[in-house]
């Protein structure tokens, strides 16, 4: 009698039952129930799963969707992909949460159900900008801030501070501040009952955090940080302390930073905020680095990576990802299904027509026999016409094609022999000279009595200049390897960190930089920008003029829809016109007063050209050196 009650519960007032069924009593339940009742009982235990232990939650949702699938039950396919989106943002896995909401969206523009469209636009939105593609961001937002200007609804202040913190990460300021302002005002005057309020703290403290501006920033931070439930969330308390640490690290409270970090780093294992804990762990760095606690900062930064490559253990990264092939394959098999239908329905309607071609050519067959034989043979014979025209073009395209690829192959070969020859030379003179200065070191400690430490610095230096050579060998080897991973780079935070690591021989010249990021981001790849970065900046500082100060300018802009970089000093220069043909050649040095490999510039014009890109010098004697970088817009389609 009781569960009868429940399944009538269960038909008639979900969210009652949701309100007053334990996990227990639900999954009591679930054996018993029929079919079309369990889609509703499992899509409430992933529900109430959700918090407390996120692997059942997943568990029951995708049991929710199988179920709901076979039985073609629409409604339980949306609330399952309601749960399962959820879930996946959580764990930080966007591109499956996109699938799950995308999954979705056609019914509810077709129902025009204004809530869930709202919620499901927000979500991609806030997906989207996570997953840096503040295009399809702006996009959905916009689309959410429509619809709720039209139906003037609440949530027209989330939507508004969304769009807010897309302009803010796009490092649109002015914009970022004036909508989530726009969104506090009205949070003021028509408070909601949920996170509305902590969420435009949280991002207008990032956007504060971001320009400098760090007594404004503690100011949102703080008040976020007073808020409790329903008007913040568990995950709005973790971008909460990671601000704070952020910004207590700037102002140089590293006591304060520290714990900042370490409440947001607990909260987010909790909860499972596998992103959120990352760039906790990323603060500490930071915090530990400025503080030049090496050891420490390490160890955050090598487990910020581990947090980025894994969900906390393999085995939810594997379990995470069975469920997704398992949803992809029930997909697959659904449009398997309907693809069978199609063609069976298509083989009827041939045999149809089939039959009634053959009963009208029986029927006329006897009057048109000898025309229609006459017709074939000519149409066979055009036909074989055709098909040997087609056949000997076939055949000339096909030799050219190859001849082609026999002359590239060719090219290609005579380059890579120089290259051989060219790596040789190197392991030959600068190898050979790095070593033959620790082989007699070695034999003046043998032979003579002499400190210590005189012989101990030489041998450092030798060895760090032999490996210094064997890196940059390992670099044009990894180069040569074709290995990459395009990413959306941040040029300003990429040369900020080549400052870094240069910043004792940029402490003793004491050059001038002057930087124009008009263009701050590009698709490239991250590690070649550091290495291009690195040596432009590095001989610049190392060919100097000796009479002059040093200005050193790096500017970016988008032109003729490509991305434009261009660096250029003050230094000694060199003829670039008389030498164009050798500047980029290996083992190439152009100067006397400083020592050089000659392999920065060829490692720059490989990676630039690597990514499908195109590199320029200019150069003159005692006036300077510049150099023009090309990239495309977007990654390379190979």
Not at 132 to 137: L, R
Not at 294 to 310: G, M, P, T, V
Request: hydrophobic share 40%; net charge neutral.
């Amino acid at each position: 009698m009781c569960n009868r009650v429940v399944l009538l519960l269960i038909l008639f007032s979900p969210a009652l039952l949701a309100q007053q069924e334990t996990i227990d009593s639900l999954e009591k339940l679930l054996p018993q129930a029929p079919d079309s009742n369990k889609v509703k009982i499992l899509v409430l235990l992933a529900e109430k799963y959700y918090s407390p232990n996120v692997k059942k939650a997943l568990e029951y949702s995708e049991q929710a969707l199988a179920l709901s699938q076979q039985l073609k039950d629409e409604d339980g396919v949306y609330q399952a992909c309601k749960v399962l989106r959820r879930i996946h943002r959580r764990f930080g896995n966007f591109s499956i949460a996109v699938e799950y909401t995308l999954n979705t969206l056609p019914q509810l523009e077709k129902q025009k159900d204004t809530l869930e469209l709202l919620d499901s636009y927000l979500m991609l939105g806030n997906i989207y900008s996570s997953m840096q593609n503040y295009k399809a961001a702006h996009r959905y937002l916009l689309k959410s801030v429509t619809l709720a200007k039209a139906k003037n609804h609440p949530e027209l202040a989330n939507a508004y501070t969304f769009l807010g913190r897309n302009y803010g990460k796009q490092t649109m300021y002015d914009s970022a501040i004036f909508y989530i302002k726009t969104a506090l005002d009205m949070e003021s005057h028509q408070p909601k009952a949920d996170y509305g309020l902590g969420n435009a703290y949280n991002y207008l403290g990032e956007v504060y955090t971001e320009l400098g501006r760090y007594d404004e920033a503690l100011y949102y931070y703080s008040l976020a940080s007073m808020l409790n439930e329903p008007q913040i969330s568990s995950f709005g308390k973790t971008l909460t302390q990671i601000g704070l640490a952020r910004v207590y690290g700037k102002q140089k409270n590293y006591p304060k930073a520290i714990k900042a970090a370490n409440e947001a780093i607990e909260l987010a294992k909790a909860n499972h905020y596998r992103d959120r804990a990352r760039l906790a762990y990323l603060a500490l760095y930071e915090i530990y680095e400025a503080q030049d606690n090496y050891k420490l900062a390490l160890e955050n930064y090598q487990i910020a990576n581990q947090y980025k490559d894994s969900i906390f253990n393999e085995d939810k990264l594997q379990y995470i990802e069975d469920l997704r092939v398992n949803y992809q394959t029930q997909k697959l098999a659904q449009e398997n299904e309907l693809l069978l239908k199609e063609t069976e329905l298509k083989n009827a309607r041939l045999q149809q027509q089939r039959t009634l071609v053959w009963v009208a050519a029986g029927a006329i067959a006897f009057l048109i026999a000898g025309s229609f034989m006459l017709y074939r043979i000519n149409v066979q014979r055009k036909q074989h016409n055709v098909l040997l025209n087609q056949y000997n073009k076939s055949l000339e395209s096909e030799v050219a094609h190859r001849t082609r690829e026999l002359v590239n192959t060719n090219l290609e070969l005579g380059r890579q022999n120089t290259q051989l020859e060219q790596f040789s030379y190197i392991i030959a003179h600068n190898l050979r000279s790095s070593v033959a200065r620790i082989t007699g070191l070695v034999n003046i400690i043998a032979t003579y009595n002499l400190p210590d430490k005189e012989i101990t610095g030489k041998l450092t230096e030798s060895a760090k200049e032999l490996e210094a050579i064997l890196d940059d060998l390992v670099k044009l080897i990894e180069l040569k390897d074709g290995s990459t991973a395009y990413e959306q780079v941040n040029l300003p935070d990429r040369f900020q960190k080549v400052c870094l690591v240069l910043r004792e021989k940029l402490k003793e010249i004491q050059p001038e930089i002057q930087t124009t990021f008009l263009a701050p981001m590009c698709r490239a790849v991250p590690a070649y920008i550091d290495s291009i970065l690195y040596n432009l900046l590095s001989n610049s500082l190392k060919y100097r003029h000796n009479q002059r100060p040093l200005v050193v300018q790096v500017e970016s802009r988008e032109e003729n829809g490509k991305f434009q970089l261009r660096f250029s000093d003050n230094g000694s220069g060199f003829d670039s016109a008389a030498l164009k043909d050798r500047i980029f050649n290996l083992n190439e040095r152009f100067h006397n007063q400083a020592d050089g490999k000659g392999i920065g510039l060829y490692l720059v014009k490989t990676q630039v050209e690597a990514m499908h890109g195109s590199i320029r010098v200019e150069s003159r004697v005692n006036e300077g050196t510049t150099f023009r970088i090309t990239l495309p817009l977007n990654e390379p389609v190979t």
